[in-house]
């Protein structure tokens, strides 16, 4: 069985992510079809690998995804491939954080099953269906949880369990679209914790309230109910006992290494690791039983699978013995299929566990294929495994001997009649070389006794009698016909300084291929060009083309080498003009022989200035401004050369009124060039969020009231989250309150608040994503609160956040950040204008009418607008809720002695949150934790009636909630209070009315009236109420 992964091939490990074959023209695919080709000539079987994840590697000799030169001080390099000239990353920053790969196309193409179909109808075309000698089983991607570990270039998030079930589904029911007969295996998950769980929050065994094998095998067995087509075949899992790939000789080591074999079956064995405590309680992993019991409870008939397992020390005898156990087990438990990571060469110890069942006499001697019941009464000791074969009949047992003793046992015979001797063979440590065949063993009707050597493997045959035993030499045909060399590859190409490994391989006239490893002589025809040492190691000279040959034996062979190297280098942009104090990062690019470019990582660049007043630049290639006037900058690499021509414009002073300043701690000062009404600002800093607030300020002093108006035309792209705005603050140093409406280089806008002090400056409002610049802003201070709006075109405008702010002086402007601190962003802003005064909001401003009040209920982040204009009451209030624990709002009310009816219709309703409330309330008290009836609306259109008291023990409760989309504002509402009771009515129209929920209430004073809460505590909810009554 031979396992292989296709497409999203990864040279040497995936640390550096790399692509590509390396071979100078590879054909997509042809990886796969030589090696099903050879699988098919040495009767091995194929498991292919199809990549679920969206990505395949681009067709190229060696790419990357984290190349130096643009992502550079990665933490690790590929020291061995170099694309390009470039150096592969690891995708980790200096501190080990992953980085995002900004440009997944460039070493991948997007692919889906429908992309994927035309490869599987090109595998059943080339070699056949499954039924007719062609690939039989497909493997469903490996280890999907890893997926954000492994690939995370493509795939930063975890994995959830619907994601990769839904891509089964869709992949393996296109496989048997085009070949009925094949098998598919999944899901191939890394060890024991993914049996269980795959980490992805939402999308996991908590949300599913089932483990994820067991919730993908129960999906896809309905998936077979409902379309009548089986889609999974093998149930494949991983595994890992404490001693994988440990090769570790001790007495300790190897000891526990025959144990470990244990958590295959034993329902006793606790696993001596990790793996072990992973249980809650503690539990055993008895991995191919719970294999076959999920099986037999969730998809009955599948088969079960382990495509990934090494007990460690291949090379010793400890290593064959945990081998050898391994697969007796594998047999006795009725594991389905098995391939070993990382297969023993041909002269390893453990090569000789598969020869005891596979070819024990070298003549292909093989175990038997019928399990029969055989046990020891100590396992850990001697093991004993097994079968018969269906060829002859002969019984076949492999006895492990796991001590460092000779042992001595009986083996019982029942109901099996054999010969006089039995035929044996042994592997020990004296002898790591081979299986040696010892003197038969005489055998009676009941069995034998036999002397096991310490740390042995012995295999008995035992005839049946009267049965002919197949056995002696090999009867296939010896190689015969001339033998001939074949290079690796016909042709491919290599940059200058680049080196490549010839491998030879030496078909005899059977076909069958040997590498060869000494006795070639290798030569090149143009060692300027290329040259070529003694064990065919071929190094890239100088561009051009040369022919390197091979001989040995007399036979030869010829592979033509074509060398690519650069010509020219690029700096780009070939002029830049930048603004005092901005900062460009040059690119420098390489220019091959074969037409291709390729960026060049700035460490192999030397960069100057010829005017190191105007500008700068420094061993990164990041041009800084400094004055204006015009500079050349120059990078040089290997004798090339290239330059850049840098303006930096005159600086015009600011308006009256405006001044400047970077807030925080900023790595490089900010600047800004005003003209003509143009206001170009540029600044570093690190961000606006949580505890940062670093950014350049172009700003002007607000007394109190007033309004700012920008229209923003550009936000430099240097970082994703680098913005550009209008803000409000109470101070200039950081750490100030603020109101922060930003702009990103996507056309993202967002509204921040809060207190780098008080590390919560967050979002209050991000709704509004992909607008095209130039795009309008505008900040209002009202009172106590900022009010942040947008428009497309500076004509209609959406308020899109209220936000308390009480301050008696504030500072409003332009602001800009980078989000990073070694970079600059520069903003454009137009069309700014500033009105210095009280701005009113109709309603909120104006006098309550006699008899009414407006009171703030709990501890509201601020307080309170409330007014009354014709006729409509405007109440401006935040609040978290009037629900539960939770008593804040805003309220007009007056009192109401005894019984009455306040009428109200809710004419308009700010929808700040869908649970925000706007209605009719009545309250024993003002303060927080009264008595409470509420009768009010939310934005989704609901209505509901909440009463009780925030500090008794059940808290407010809804005792009357209706369905969304029904009472949206505009709409009537009412309460009514008569002695110890409360009645709440509903209409659309104030005319006819519907009695929704009546409640007890205590008697005496009350207050009534108006309420509105935010449900959010940053911001304001504004509602209007008209033809309010109160009788």
């Excluded at 699988?39 to 498991?47: F, G, I, K, L, Y």
Aim: aromatic fraction near 10%.
């Amino acid at each position: 069985m031979q396992e292989a992964a296709a497409f999203l091939t990864r040279a040497e490990c995936h640390f550096y992510f790399n692509g590509g074959n390396g071979t100078s023209n590879p054909v997509p695919g042809a990886g796969a079809d030589a090696m099903i080709t050879q699988d098919e000539t040495t009767n091995a079987s194929t498991v292919l690998t199809i990549p679920l994840i969206g990505y395949v590697n681009k067709t190229s000799e060696w790419n990357c995804s984290y190349p130096e030169s643009l992502y550079p001080n990665q933490q690790a390099y590929n020291p061995y491939i170099h694309p390009n000239g470039d150096n592969c990353g690891n995708g980790k920053d200096a501190s080990g954080n992953n980085l995002t790969d900004t440009n997944i196309g460039l070493n991948y193409t997007t692919v889906d099953s429908t992309w994927m179909k035309a490869w599987i109808q090109h595998l059943v075309q080339a070699h056949g269906t499954a039924a007719a000698g062609g690939v039989p089983i497909y493997q469903m991607d490996n280890e999907p949880e890893s997926w954000s570990n492994v690939h995370y270039d493509v795939h930063p998030s975890g994995t959830g369990f619907d994601e990769y079930l839904n891509k089964t589904i869709d992949y393996a029911s296109m496989i048997k679209s085009v070949d009925p007969t094949a098998q598919i295996l999944g899901p191939s998950s890394w060890g024991v914790p993914a049996y269980f769980d795959m980490g992805l929050a939402g999308d996991n065994e908590a949300s599913h309230n089932q483990a994820w094998i067991p919730y993908y095998l129960q999906q896809l067995y309905q998936y077979q109910q409902q379309h009548n087509q089986r889609l999974l075949n093998y149930l494949d899992v991983h595994f890992y006992a404490v001693q994988a790939n440990n090769a570790n000789e001790d007495p300790a080591s190897d000891a526990q290494r025959l144990r470990s074999t244990r958590s295959l079956w034993d329902p006793t064995y606790t696993e001596e690791s990790w793996i072990g405590q992973y249980f809650t309680p503690a539990e055993q992993v008895q991995l191919i039983p719970r294999l076959r019991t999920w099986v037999k409870q969730y998809y009955p008939g599948t088969k079960t699978a382990l495509t990934e397992y090494n007990f460690g020390d291949v090379n010793g005898i400890n290593g064959a013995l945990a081998q050898a156990d391994a697969l007796g087990i594998f047999g006795r438990e009725g594991l389905d299929l098995a391939t070993m990571w990382g297969a023993p060469n041909a002269t390893d110890a453990a090569a000789n566990s598969f020869r005891f069942y596979r070819n024990f006499d070298g003549n292909g001697g093989q175990y038997g294929d019928t399990w029969v019941q055989s046990t020891s009464t100590d396992q850990g000791q001697l093991s004993i495994y097994g079968a018969q074969r269906s060829l002859d009949h002969a019984l076949t047992f492999v006895v492990i001997n796991k001590t460092g003793n000779d042992l001595t046992s009986n083996l019982s015979l029942a109901n099996f009649t054999p010969d006089a001797n039995a035929h044996v063979y042994q592997y020990t440590g004296s002898n790591l070389s081979s299986i040696v065949q010892q003197p038969d063993q005489a055998v009676s009707a009941s069995g034998f006794s036999y002397t096991y050597p310490a740390n042995s493997i012995t295999e008995f045959v035992l005839p049946q009698q009267g049965t002919p035993y197949v056995g002696g030499a090999n009867s296939n045909p010896a190689p015969s016909l001339k033998n001939s060399l074949q290079p690796d590859v016909p042709a491919y190409s290599l940059y200058v300084g680049q080196t490549y490994p010839t491998t030879v391989t030496c078909i005899d006239g059977n076909g069958v291929g040997t590498p060869v490893v000494n006795g070639v002589s290798f030569a090149s025809d143009n060692p300027t060009v290329a040259t070529v040492d003694s064990n065919g190691v071929v190094t890239g000279k100088a561009i051009g083309t040369a022919h390197i040959t091979g001989t040995s034996n007399g036979e030869a062979f010829t592979v033509t080498v074509t060398i690519i190297g650069v010509q020219s280098i690029t700096l780009a942009p070939a002029a830049v003009t930048l603004p005092v104090g901005a900062q460009n990062l040059d690119a420098v690019t390489a220019n091959y022989s074969d037409s291709t470019t390729q960026p060049i990582a700035a460490s192999s660049v030397t960069y100057a200035s010829d005017n190191q007043a105007v500008a700068t630049v420094d061993a990164n290639g990041i041009v800084t401004a400094k004055r204006s006037g015009i500079a050349h900058i120059s990078a040089a690499v290997n004798g090339l050369s290239a330059t850049q021509t840098v303006t930096v414009p005159a600086t015009y002073h600011l308006p009256g009124g405006w001044k400047q300043q970077d807030i925080g701690a900023v790595a490089t000062a900010g600047n800004v060039a005003y003209s003509n009404g143009v206001y170009d600002v540029t600044g570093a800093g690190t961000d606006v969020y949580g505890d940062q607030d670093q950014g350049h300020f172009v700003y002007r002093e607000l007394p109190h009231n007033g309004t700012l108006i920008a229209r923003i035309t550009a936000v430099k792209n240097v970082q994703g989250y680098a913005g550009g705005g209008l803000m409000v603050r109470d101070g200039l140093s950081t750490g100030a309150n603020l109101v922060y409406l930003a702009m990103f280089p996507n056309g993202s806008v967002q509204v921040k608040a809060g207190s780098a002090t008080a590390k919560n400056i967050g979002g209050v409002w991000g709704g509004n994503a992909n607008n095209s610049f130039p795009y309008w802003v505008k900040l209002d201070r009202t009172g106590d609160v900022i009010t942040a709006s947008i428009s497309p075109d500076g004509q209609v405008w959406t308020q899109v956040a209220q936000v308390p702010f009480s301050a008696a002086k504030s500072y409003i402007g332009l602001f800009v950040t980078a989000h990073g601190a070694p970079i600059m962003n520069t903003s454009t802003f137009d069309n700014v204008s500033f009105t210095n005064g009280k701005s009113t909001v109709p309603g909120v401003s104006g006098h309550l009418p006699s008899g009414w009040q407006k009171a703030d209920v709990g501890a509201v982040a601020a307080p309170a607008n409330a007014g009354y204009h014709n006729g409509t009451f405007t109440l401006q209030a935040a609040g978290a809720d009037v629900y539960g624990t939770t008593d804040q709002s805003g309220f007009i009310y007056r009192t109401l002695p005894g019984d009455g009816t306040i009428t109200a219709h809710v004419a308009t309703q700010g929808n700040t949150n869908d649970y925000a409330k706007s209605g009719l309330m009545l309250r024993d008290s003002l303060q927080s934790g009264a008595n409470t009836a509420l009768l009010a609306i939310t934005p989704l259109g609901a209505a509901q009636l909440t009463t009780g008291s925030s500090t008794a023990s059940s808290g407010l409760t809804n005792v009357w909630t209706s369905s969304a989309n029904t009472f949206a504002a505009p709409y009537w509402l009412r309460l009514q209070r008569s002695g110890g009771t409360v009645t709440a009515f509903t209409s659309p129209d104030g005319q006819v009315w519907t009695q929704q929920a009546q409640i007890s209430f205590p008697t005496g004073s009350v207050y009534i009236g108006l309420e509105v809460d935010s449900h959010a505590s940053f911001l304001f909810g504004t509602s209007t109420f008209d033809h309010v009554a109160l009788s």
